[in-house]
């Protein structure tokens, strides 16, 4: 399994970036993806979740509104797209596959392939 996150950067608060995560080693159609993110001095938080299908979606309130995740099975990439940033979504951001295969479920613990992260910092 590989994870490669991309599209991290330095952009102003209100700016946008989109990030991406790209999968191999598995059968990407058939696992649910998450994005999560550690934020300095901060825990490891869930940030949103996509099922295998695109049909479900799930988000941490704190980004809700702002952020959507979204999946090509095809090109087997993941996608979170981030509007109107703030200060504190300075993290370090990483795309997750679930343990199980055609489970959907945001728990940080059934996630157990994870991406080496990209930073993402946003400035006041």
């Known amino acids: 399994v590989q994870l490669v996150e991309s599209g991290g950067g330095m952009v102003q608060s209100g700016g946008s970036l989109t990030l991406s995560c790209a999968a191999s080693?598995?059968?990407?159609?058939?696992?649910?993806m998450g994005w999560f993110r550690q934020r300095p001095g901060k825990e490891r938080e869930f940030v949103a979740a996509i099922d295998w299908g695109a049909t479900r979606e799930d988000y941490a309130d704190s980004v809700k509104g702002r952020f959507a995740v979204s999946r090509d099975n095809a090109g087997a990439t993941v996608y979170l797209q981030m509007h109107n940033l703030m200060p504190e979504d300075t993290a370090v951001y990483y795309c997750?596959?679930?343990?199980?295969?055609?489970?959907?479920?945001?728990?940080?613990?059934?996630?157990?392939?994870w991406g080496q992260g990209t930073q993402v910092t946003v400035s006041r």
């Open positions: 997750a596959k679930k343990a199980a295969s055609t489970v959907y479920g945001r728990p940080q613990h059934d996630f157990n392939s």
């Open positions: 080693g598995f059968a990407f159609s058939i696992y649910t």
